[in-house]
């Protein structure tokens, strides 16, 4: 498995504002990815957390996606770890 790729501070912020802002949340620390899943800013890279989550690429690298911020999305851990072949594959959504 390939190491990822180390993202700074103003790249993660540019890729977090790709997350959808839920009216009545405060939008700096809780937003929800592209599957609804709920993620907070704070749990960056930490699988530990429903909350966590990963910068995704919506084109995989292998398959001729590129680093660039247009390529690159903010998705729960667990939805990116259930992509397969590429394709997403929502496991994780919210209720509220």
Same mark, same amino acid.
């Given at each position: 498995? #390939? &190491?990822p *790729?180390?993202?700074t501070? !103003?790249?993660?912020?540019l890729? $977090?504002?790709? @997350?959808v802002?839920?009216?009545?949340?405060?939008? #700096?620390?809780?937003? &929800?990815? /592209?599957?609804? @899943?709920w =993620?907070d $800013?704070t @749990?960056?890279? %930490?699988? !530990?957390?429903?909350?966590?989550?990963e910068?995704d690429?919506?084109i995989? =690298? @292998?398959?001729?996606?590129?680093?660039h911020?247009? %390529?690159? *999305?903010?998705? !729960? $851990? !667990? %939805?990116?770890?259930?992509k397969s072949?590429?394709?997403?594959?929502?496991? /994780? #959504?919210a $209720?509220?």
């Amino acid at each position: 498995m #390939t &190491k990822p *790729r180390p993202y700074t501070h !103003q790249e993660l912020s540019l890729i $977090w504002n790709k @997350a959808v802002i839920v009216p009545g949340v405060n939008p #700096t620390i809780r937003r &929800k990815d /592209i599957c609804g @899943a709920w =993620i907070d $800013w704070t @749990a960056y890279g %930490n699988r !530990q957390s429903s909350v966590g989550w990963e910068v995704d690429h919506a084109i995989a =690298i @292998a398959n001729g996606g590129a680093h660039h911020i247009n %390529n690159v *999305r903010p998705l !729960q $851990w !667990q %939805n990116n770890c259930k992509k397969s072949d590429g394709s997403l594959v929502c496991a /994780i #959504t919210a $209720w509220r």
